[in-house]
């Protein structure tokens, strides 16, 4: 299995701020990337696919990078409504594992 | 709108069985794989099983394989989680998905509230 490690496993930052995650494919898995959001009690939110594809509705200061099998998600300019955990996961073969999660905490 | 609405979690004993339902509206959905993904108490998500639009392929993760039966009733707009031999480790919230493609690309667009199954030992 493909397994994914998220760096770090928490974040703190204020509004307005520029954060980076980063996420690491252990083998190879091209572009097959994805991104989620997930605040408490809520099922995860669709953000970005295959490394840099913004979804449908996802403000444009979430973005995000590939440089072989390191990824990342960068949000510019962190808004209120941004703190939340977020996840990789990788689509390039099953099981479409995730990465273990980032918190983003005010601080 | 798509909504999707899992239902049947409950507490069971170790090595029983359990099956989760997830309703779904607002989409064909016969057009789209669906997902299981799972999220232990304050832990984080992990895919469990997937099938295509037609019900033909399912894939699971290993933990579950042998355990687990992914299937869907496309006539009913629902998709079913059978969980056999159930363990303490299965102890999670579990999220039906929807895939945004026919088949199992692990593109989760949307997902519904979760249910919740504990497993006691």
């Known amino acids: 299995d493909i397994q994914m490690t998220q760096s770090p496993s928490s974040l703190s930052a204020s509004v307005g701020d520029r954060v980076t995650i980063t996420c690491r494919a252990s083998q190879t898995i091209i572009n097959y990337l994805n991104w989620y959001q997930q605040k408490p009690g809520k099922a995860p939110k669709f953000l970005i696919s295959?490394?840099?594809n913004l979804q449908s509705g996802v403000p444009s200061r979430f973005s995000g990078g590939r440089s072989g099998t390191d990824f990342t998600l960068t949000i510019s300019s962190l808004q209120p409504e941004d703190f939340a955990t977020y996840y990789c996961?990788?689509?390039?073969?099953?099981?479409?594992?995730f990465g273990q999660g980032t918190k983003l905490e005010i601080k | 709108e798509v909504q999707l609405l899992e239902s049947g979690g409950d507490l069971k004993q170790r090595g029983g069985s359990l099956r989760l339902s997830c309703a779904a509206s607002?989409?064909?959905?016969?057009?789209?794989?669906m997902s299981w993904v799972r999220q232990s108490p304050g832990k984080g998500l992990q895919w469990v099983a997937g099938i295509s639009g037609g019900g033909i392929a399912t894939y699971y993760a290993d933990s579950v394989k042998g355990r687990f039966i992914i299937f869907r009733e496309n006539s009913k707009n629902t998709l079913y989680l059978q969980m056999n031999n159930l363990r303490a480790e299965d102890t999670a919230t579990y999220y039906c998905?929807?895939?945004?493609?026919?088949?199992?690309?692990?593109?989760?667009?949307?997902g519904g509230p979760g249910t919740l199954v504990a497993v006691s030992s």
């Open positions: 996961q990788q689509s390039y073969i099953v099981p479409y594992n």
């Open positions: 998905a929807k895939d945004n493609s026919l088949a199992v690309t692990g593109h989760l667009d949307y």
């Open positions: 295959d490394a840099s």
């Open positions: 607002g989409f064909t959905f016969s057009d789209f794989a």
